[in-house]
């Protein structure tokens, strides 16, 4: 269990990194909530899971 849980942690990490690397000023009023959407979907499983950069670094 615990290699899925790694598994969903680290996918969520990189979704969140993936879009706080997109330029900061989205072309439309769509893509800016889409991104805005994407990155709070990461970021709620991550702390679903107890994930996070933070925590894993203390480890």
Do not use: T
Not at 4 to 22: A, H, K, M, P, Q
């Amino acid at each position: 269990m615990s290699d899925v849980r790694d598994l969903l942690i680290s996918g969520s990490e990189e979704v969140i990194g993936r879009y706080r690397l997109l330029p900061a000023d989205p072309k439309s009023d769509p893509e800016r909530e889409y991104h805005r959407s994407r990155l709070e979907q990461g970021q709620r499983l991550l702390d679903e899971l107890g994930g996070g950069f933070q925590k894993r670094l203390a480890a």
